[in-house]
């Protein structure tokens, strides 16, 4: 059999025309990583998968999105909690170019500060994290020295 057809055949979620593969998505992160990228406000044809089978993960979600492209800063907000995702830019129904997200060493705005007490959840100031961890996150506020971890983390 033809390699072409064989892979087609494997796909779990069908070949889109153009768009954006997110691949590789840690399952229990799939409806944060909406939610981040406001998926559910966009009018594009969205097709995902969970529970799929990958070799890396274990399991892995993904998601399809025809005729969306993203800019570096808005993809890369997703790398906070799908730091291995690979991203899939498709272009007539080939994968005209693969790029990663990479979790920088410090965020500035993007999620929020845990601690209540801190003074940008109380001033229009943004905020600002030393990336001290990035497995499992953890993000020290540069204002009060609280660590923010994985599962308390909150986009603005
Ligand atoms: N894909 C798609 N539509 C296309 C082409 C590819 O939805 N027209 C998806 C594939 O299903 C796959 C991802 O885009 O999930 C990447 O495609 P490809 O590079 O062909 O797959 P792999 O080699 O398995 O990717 P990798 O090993 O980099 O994860
Ligand atoms: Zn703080």
């Known amino acids: 059999m033809k390699d072409d057809l064989k892979k087609r055949l494997k796909m779990n979620v069908s070949a889109i025309k153009e768009g954006t593969v997110i691949d590789h998505i840690p399952v229990k992160n799939l409806f944060k990583v909406i939610s ?61 170019e693969k790029r990663i997200v990479e979790i920088p060493d410090v965020i500035v705005g993007i999620v929020k500060c845990f601690n209540p007490r801190c003074i940008t959840n109380h001033e229009t100031i943004s905020t600002h994290f030393k990336v001290i961890s990035k497995e499992p996150l953890e993000l020290k506020c540069k204002y009060c020295e609280k660590i923010t971890s994985e599962e308390q983390i909150k986009m603005i």
Do not use: C, M, W
């Open 36 to 96: 981040i990228l406001r998926l559910d406000k966009i009018e594009n044809q969205i097709t995902f998968g969970t529970n799929l089978d990958s070799g890396k993960l274990g399991k892995k979600a993904i998601i399809k999105l025809s005729d969306k492209f993203f800019e570096d800063d808005e993809i890369n907000k997703i790398a906070l909690i799908a730091p291995h995702v690979k991203l899939n830019i498709i272009k007539d129904y080939e994968v005209l």
